[in-house]
């Protein structure tokens, strides 16, 4: 298995919503990112977790709030969003240690209204 | 600081050949990476080069020069699904992944 599988693909929120963006892989990797990319830009990072901990926190606002709840699952968990956190959302892996491969998810298109 | 170029946006005709270039001022390097995104779509890894030389994988290949922080990607025989954009990225000494802008390469027939 050589997946990182993100759920929902599409997402619409309004501004007072909470929801939550989930990512799940089972290749034993132990850093899990998550990255923000708006249209016609590269990927952006948000997030880095290794060995379930919060190793990387790029200054992103508090209103995006990660979660790690084991080796495999990865939450982004959403709070009062504005219109310009619209963009899509990608979930990524690797092995611990290894400058190797970046492995991503299909990733998570969200839209706040 | 830390930068990337590439091209923004190059076109070229289907059969034929592209190369699309990348240099980099990284503090340090631990590898380079190729990526391939279509619109809309997460990106999918084409090659790592940590080494100085040529990788060689199907229609692609992809050329690194350490000495000079240079990489470039070619693709033969191109299709009309290699429409998309090409990312050149690199980990620098702290292991964080410097990304560039991207290359929008237009496939006509």
């Known amino acids: 298995d050589t997946e990182v599988t993100q759920t929902p693909k599409h997402l619409v929120m309004g501004m007072t919503n909470k929801k939550s963006l989930k990512c799940e892989q089972h290749m034993g990797h132990r850093a899990m990112y998550w990255y923000k990319q708006k249209a016609k830009k590269p990927p952006e990072l948000m997030f880095v977790y290794s060995y379930e901990k919060l190793s990387i926190n790029e200054s992103v606002p508090s209103r995006f709030s990660p979660e790690c709840p084991n080796s495999s699952l990865l939450n982004l968990h959403l709070h009062a969003l504005q219109p310009e956190d619209s963009a899509l959302y990608l979930c990524a892996s690797k092995t611990q240690g290894d400058t190797g491969e970046l492995f991503f998810g299909e990733g998570s298109r969200l839209t706040v209204l | 600081g830390q930068n990337i170029d590439q091209p923004t946006e190059m076109t070229a005709t289907e059969g034929a050949i592209v190369q699309i270039n990348c240099t980099y001022q990284?503090?340090?390097?631990?590898?380079l990476f190729w990526y391939q995104q279509h619109a809309g779509e997460a990106p999918t890894f084409l090659s790592y080069n940590v080494l100085d030389g040529l990788e060689e994988k199907g229609r692609f290949s992809s050329f690194l020069s350490r000495s000079k922080g240079y990489s470039y990607l070619l693709l033969k025989e191109l299709q009309m699904k290699d429409s998309a954009s090409y990312l050149c990225?690199?980990?620098?000494?702290?292991?964080?992944?410097?990304w560039g802008a991207g290359t929008k390469l237009i496939i006509k027939p």
């Open positions: 990284t503090s340090g390097f631990n590898g």
């Open positions: 990225a690199v980990w620098d000494s702290n292991y964080q992944l410097i």
